[in-house]
């Protein structure tokens, strides 16, 4: 199976601008975790979808959002970018059904905010 | 609220030595407890899980609830182990992982 993937790699914006990333799980997964991950905070829970319904967010401001769409690929906006949000941005996926809460991870995407 | 704490930003320690990477965690139920490796220019992935008690690559971690504590254990350290080790915990209906610091691990030859 292929791996999660990320697009793009990297990216370069300006304070004041939006970015929207992308996401794709690997195939039969449906839920899609983001992380941030910075060298002061580590890496931290931004938000997770499953079948299109965000289930659970982390303790990011509403400037950061996200979706998910019917064949499960995720996006992640962020709006209004502060030099802050420079960071690796990171999405997982996992399996549905029950067992383990082991999650996939993409080699993320990462932001540059001047 | 759960909370994971890796103590050692960094370590080093000499091919053929035993290697310990330490993790603590608070959380009142029964979590689950994850490392996670990423080594130079890779991915984060998973190096092994407590609820299948596995050995991977050599590394062991026992889940010790009493001392909330799920250190990361290798008897001998090989040069390719050099990598960051994250521990993290995923709790109850949460189905996030909390991760800790990370553990910058320098294995020298």
């Known amino acids: 199976k292929a791996g999660v993937t990320q697009t793009p790699r990297y990216l370069i914006k300006t304070r004041g601008q939006q970015v929207t990333l992308s996401c794709s799980p690997i195939?039969?997964?449906?839920?899609v975790s983001w992380y941030q991950q910075t060298p002061g905070q580590g890496l931290q829970f931004l938000f997770e979808?499953?079948?299109?319904?965000?289930?659970n967010k982390g303790n990011f401001p509403g400037r950061f959002s996200g979706r998910q769409f019917s064949n499960s690929r995720s996006e992640m906006n962020v709006s209004t970018l502060e030099l802050g949000d420079s960071a690796l941005y990171l999405c997982?996926?996992?399996?549905?059904?029950?067992?383990?809460?082991?999650?996939?991870f993409g080699p993320g995407t990462r932001l540059t905010v001047l | 609220a759960q909370r994971v704490t890796q103590p050692e930003k960094l370590l080093s320690v000499f091919k053929g030595a035993p290697v310990e990477l330490k993790c603590n965690y608070s959380?009142?139920?029964?979590?689950?407890l994850f490392w996670y490796v990423q080594y130079s220019r890779q991915r984060l992935q998973l190096l092994l899980r407590?609820?299948s008690r596995e050995s991977i690559k050599g590394f062991t971690a026992d889940l010790n609830k009493g001392e909330t504590s799920f250190h990361l254990k290798k008897p001998f350290a090989q040069e390719e182990d050099s990598a960051m080790y994250y521990c993290?915990?995923?709790?109850?209906?949460?189905?996030?992982?909390?991760f800790g610091s990370g553990t910058q691990l320098t294995v020298l030859p």
């Open positions: 997982a996926s996992r399996g549905a059904g029950q067992g383990t809460r082991e999650q996939f």
């Open positions: 195939s039969g997964h449906r839920s």
């Open positions: 979808y499953f079948s299109e319904t965000q289930r």
């Open positions: 959380y009142s139920g029964s979590p689950e």
């Open positions: 407590h609820i």
């Open positions: 993290a915990l995923s709790s109850g209906s949460a189905r996030q992982l909390t």
